[in-house]
């Protein structure tokens, strides 16, 4: 029961952050609410019992990531986009494109109902039992035995945007 | 209401321990800030505060209603939303970890509830102590922007790429005490240091420990890395447009985290709660030294009330001394002895690294910007790397081969 | 949820609800502002303020950020590798060095290309 009453604490919490962030007409208030969105998906992982997950998406998407968009945001000169037309005239191509989600999201629906009873989306997702064994030490398991290759390329995926970042902001190099 | 309290016992157990331990750090906090002026005084051959109460002991008081009546004006142009939004973030998220730090050993009994020495028990505390770091950035960063003035708007740029900077190695730094346990849990890391000081991980770990100390220092903005706070550059930095209760926040939050730092310096390197001591039967006499301390100092403190130069401190201070030397014979009763021994422990640890906290304000000299970037990537983030892999190395050549 | 994640979750709470109850309090208590003219104004360092407060700054701030990102990544494969380290081997340590290898070429490349320097 509480689970649920978290689910859609959070649930509704990142829904109502996405809706602000993208009607906000100042830059800084969209990212603020970008992160309450991040932090309610964060709390979704550990309705989950996703500890790290939880963690790192805070660690990683809030304190990393949105610190660098925020940096971002602050030092370009807002007064500009403050006086642009937020909402131009494409709204036809918008509506188009809502109702082909809203029909892939329904029909997604309507399949995981015909799925039975017990698989309903409707249904409190189904909550990983926990274990002795701790959710992070799982996970380093999986990565250092099954996946090793994808980690190490993620090394160099690092290194990749590690050069690109600082040849694109350094100008001498 | 019987019923209620029966069915949602470790829901009031929850609130109970966390409104207690809120009002207790905020407590300390403010003392602290009597503390360190204090000391810094004494170091600097001044009195410090003396006016208030016996030896400015109701400075804090003071303080905080002049805080709290000041009239509070908000400068035109600010972002009104994220000007309120920034102290609350620092405040909240300053005082939040203190929840996931253990207190003391073993469980308590509790409305007939046994339950653990702390505010909430996690088997990945330390990760979510770095969780909440991470998101501190936000309270300078935010504040700094929305004040609409110059000077601020550097201080909390400077003050969060130095947070950043400092993150990395703060975070690498504790790598090598995980390495060592296998576990996340805090309460699982000092309960592998048990039996005094030859376990302590500082021995193992003192170039771990040196990392994450400096970096600390920088995370909280203290001397010598206040650079957002530098007022010879920067007028007070990030919170120059702050006044009143609000800048009180930004206070309070710093002082609340130097507070959380020094309990996971003294429960990541220096054993946490348990004693110093090894727990032989020879060294068993150690547990009535809270109690004797408690005595012996509540005795001095009750000597010197008396003979102070005014009226209300010879009725305050040798009240708080036999205060005190009660405290400390009831300490020394059986059956509060052994209760007693974990949170006095780890109370003395996080009061000398609070001394230390303050011993280095009062001796060091600030860092140029420049310098202090260059000195946590170039010097510290190599240093806790390399400590990370010796001690990698260590571990896997110790170990018995399987 | 763990439940153990709880009591957190109400300590957050109750730290954001003290000070939020206190300033409202304490703003109908203390007297109100009368504050007008030069009190309204930002204060900056005194003088009256000039021009723009959010101007433009230097690149380093982004490159900074950037570069915190890529090592913060780092530092969190670190976590699940040292938490298991013991159970990994020595297979655990090899792979974990040959990614903190790549990374240490590129931080090499960094120093010796200056872009660690804060000029």
Known sequence: MTNEILFYFFAGLAVLGGVLVVTMRNAVHSAVFLITTLLATAGLYLTLNAEFLFVVQIILYVGGIMVLFVFVIMLVNLDVALHQVQFNRQTWVAGLLSFALLAELLAAVALARSYGEENWLFAAPHVPTVTAEGNTEQIGRLLFQNYVIPFEIASILLLVALVGAVVMGKKRI | ??????????????????????????????????????????????????????????????????????????????????????????????????????????QIELFGHRTWFSVAELNISLLVVFAITALSVYGVALAGWASNSKYPLLGGLRSSAQMLSYELS?????????????????????????????????????????????????????????????????????????????????????????????????????????????????????????????????????????????????????????????????????????????????????ATVLFVYVWVRGTLPRFRYDQLMNFGWKFLLPLSLA???????????????? | ???????????????????????????????????????????????????????????????????????????????????????????????????????????VWLYRKGALEWV
């Open chain 2, 1 to 106: 209401m019987g019923d209620f309290l029966a069915a949602n016992a470790l829901l009031v157990i929850a609130i109970v321990k966390v409104v207690v331990v809120v009002f207790v750090l905020l407590t300390a906090v403010a003392y602290i800030t009597w503390f360190e002026r204090k000391v810094v005084a004494h170091m600097q051959g001044r009195w410090g505060p003396e006016r208030v109460g016996p030896h400015g002991l109701l400075q804090p008081l003071a303080d905080g209603a002049k805080f709290l009546f000041k009239e509070d004006p908000t400068p035109a142009g600010i972002d009104r939303f994220v000007y309120f939004l920034a102290p609350f973030l620092a405040l909240s998220l300053a005082l939040s970890t203190i929840a996931v730090i253990p207190l003391g050993p073993g």
């Open chain 2, 170 to 350: 703060l975070t690498m730094s504790v790598v090598g005490i995980v390495l060592l346990t296998n576990t996340f849990s805090l309460r699982d890391i000092v309960e592998a240091q048990r039996g005094g000081v030859g376990r302590w991980f500082v021995i193992p770990q003192i170039l771990g420990f040196v990392c994450f100390f400096i970096s600390a220092l920088a995370e909280t903005n203290r001397v010598p890395f206040d650079l957002p706070e530098a007022e010879t550059e920067l007028v007070a930095g990030f919170h120059t447009e702050y006044a009143s209760f609000k800048f009180a926040m930004f206070f309070m939050a710093e002082y609340a985290a130097m507070v959380t730092v020094s309990f996971m310096v003294a429960v990541l390197f220096f054993g946490g709660y348990f004693s110093p001591f090894p727990g032989t039967p020879a060294w068993h006499w150690t547990i009535y030294l809270p109690a004797a301390g408690g005595v012996i100092g509540g005795v001095l403190l009750l000597l010197h009330g008396l003979r102070y130069h005014t009226p209300l401190g010879r009725i305050v201070l040798p009240v708080a001394g036999l205060a005190l030397t009660g405290v400390g014979v009831l300490c020394a009763l059986a059956g509060v002895v052994e209760y007693i021994q974990g949170p006095f422990w780890l109370a003395a640890k996080v």
């Open chain 2, 387 to 402: 400590n990370l892999v010796i001690t990698s190395l260590i571990v896997a050549l110790m170990r018995p081969a399987q």
């Open chain 3, 1 to 107: 949820m763990p439940p153990q994640y709880i009591p957190v979750l109400i300590f957050a709470v109750l730290a954001a609800a003290f000070p939020a109850v206190t300033l409202l309090i304490f703003a109908l208590i203390r007297p109100s502002t009368g504050a007008i003219g030069a009190k309204l104004k930002p204060y900056e360092c005194g003088i009256a303020p000039e021009g723009d407060a959010r101007g433009r700054y230097s690149v380093r701030f982004y490159i900074v950020a950037i570069l915190f990102v890529i090592f913060d990544v780092e530092t969190v494969f670190l976590f699940p590798w040292a938490v298991d380290y013991r159970l990994l081997g020595i297979y655990g340590l090899i792979s974990m060095f040959v990614f903190l290898g790549i990374l240490i070429v590129g931080y």
